[in-house]
């Protein structure tokens, strides 16, 4: 059973118990684990993706959380296709649907499965858990969902007024048992300042506050499921992976899999105009700093946070396993008409990039082994853009359409931290 190694080595390894409720180590580091358990020999005979999620996690979850089996179970119950893009110029490119869950990103995986791993931890203290989240997009509302109607477990939700798309507000302030949605009049980073102050006040000291953010590892190790599952559907000897990327979490989970013995040949690191990562990969001096703001807005990061974590994975086998690129917009555009026109495919922003990522490799490197691309979101999340690019509207999936089109519940907050503390003390 792993340890967990804080990246900045300055504190003793620890279970995954205490790895799920610091989140960021005491130093400032990222958990990584200190071992990567193999998968099971049978795991291309998995009957389901729920039955491989059993298979592939038990070495992770067995002794630290009693009752994984059923939080598993219980959080990823949703179908994962892997749909072959039957086209020539397309042929052997597949897209993993990952945006079948209640807010239709990929996030919906890790929010919940991570949700049900605490709340079994929690699950024989009466103390209650104030979960904070600040969000900008498509976690906030996969944490929210993930964590409401668990007992025991409030979910405080922070957004910036008039900075979300429109879709994203329905889903952010859905009403949702347990989980208060604050609408900050600020930015995103007044919204990330204000948690980040909470957990210091002093007035706050009697709550248990916890946040959710995209560095757990409770979020990434179900990530990991993505790339096997891939695998088992398609039957493939080896296969390369194109994963749109941001923070890198995604990509990260299929780095912990390849380590596991799953038979990747390349990942492809495929970014927007953020271009820290590939640019790093190809060799050059960059350093980290502000995002840009493109139209696959998920993965506007700057400072990808897991890049610490690849780092400690892989060493200095980082470039010889990972391909990266970056995609403007005009190519984002550009690609999600051109799979479009060729096999009918809509993909949003954020898998266009992969796909696009996916060309270029084959193209740069001749390398014909098939390809999964990461289908992050649904395209009904992106109407604006889907239909600039290709001039119709998306299909609206039920989940989406039977969301309340109002204001919802959202509570209207000034940027500071006095508002956000009388809303805890409420
Ligand atoms: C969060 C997100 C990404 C980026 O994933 P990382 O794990 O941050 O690299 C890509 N696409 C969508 C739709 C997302 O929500």
């Not at 592939?56 to 072959?84: H, K, M, Q, T």
């Not at 610490?308 to 555009?333: F, H, K, Q, Y």
Request: proline content about 8%; charged content about 15%.
């Amino acid at each position: 059973m792993p340890q967990y190694l804080s990246t900045q080595g300055r504190v003793p390894p620890v279970s995954l118990q205490q790895a799920l409720v610091d989140g960021l180590a005491p130093d400032g580091g990222l958990y990584v684990p200190d071992t990567v358990p193999p998968l099971p020999s049978n795991w291309r005979d998995a009957s389901s993706f729920a039955a491989l999620a059993q298979e592939v996690l038990a070495p992770w979850l067995e002794n630290e959380i009693s009752g994984y089996e059923a939080a598993l179970r219980d959080a990823l119950d949703f179908p994962v296709p892997l749909v072959a893009l039957e086209n020539a110029a397309w042929d052997g490119v597949h897209v993993l649907e990952l945006f079948h869950g209640p807010t239709l990103s990929f996030k919906d995986f890790g929010a919940r499965t991570m949700a049900r791993l605490v709340a079994r931890l929690r699950s024989d203290t009466t103390d209650p858990l104030t979960i904070l989240v600040a969000t900008s997009g498509d976690t906030g509302s996969a944490v929210a969902d993930g964590f409401a109607g668990l007992p025991g477990i409030r979910v405080v939700l922070l957004f910036p007024a008039g900075q979300v798309s429109e879709v994203q507000q329905r889903q952010l302030v859905a009403p949702r048992a347990g989980v208060t949605a604050l609408r900050v009049e600020g930015t995103f980073d007044d919204c990330q300042r204000l948690v980040k102050a909470a957990f210091s006040d002093p007035e706050l000291k009697a709550l248990t506050l916890s946040s959710a953010n995209s560095i757990n590892i409770g979020r990434l190790l179900p990530q990991m499921l993505f790339y096997v599952e891939a695998v088992r559907q398609g039957g493939f000897g080896e296969v390369v992976f194109s994963t749109p990327s941001g923070n890198l979490g995604n990509l990260t989970g299929g780095v912990l899999a390849s380590l596991a013995g799953l038979p990747v040949r390349r990942f492809i690191a495929a970014h927007n105009a953020n271009r820290f990562f590939p640019d790093t990969l190809a060799g050059c001096e960059v350093e980290m700093g502000a995002s840009v703001r493109t139209l696959s807005n998920a993965m506007d990061v700057g400072a990808p946070s897991n890049f610490e974590r690849l780092g400690a994975l892989l060493g200095d086998r980082l470039s010889a396993m990972i391909w990266g690129t970056s995609v403007s917009d005009d190519e984002t555009l550009a690609a999600m008409r051109r799979v479009y026109e060729a096999t009918g495919y809509v993909a949003c922003p954020h898998t266009a990039v992969g796909l696009e990522g996916a060309l270029r490799y084959r193209a740069a490197t001749g390398d014909r082994t098939p390809v999964v691309v990461m289908a992050t979101a649904h395209p009904a999340k992106f109407p604006e853009v889907v239909e600039q690019a290709l001039g119709v509207a998306p299909d609206v999936p039920e989940t989406l359409a039977r969301l309340p089109r109002a204001e919802g519940h959202a509570i209207t907050i000034p940027p500071t931290p006095a508002a956000l503390c009388a809303i805890l003390l409420a």
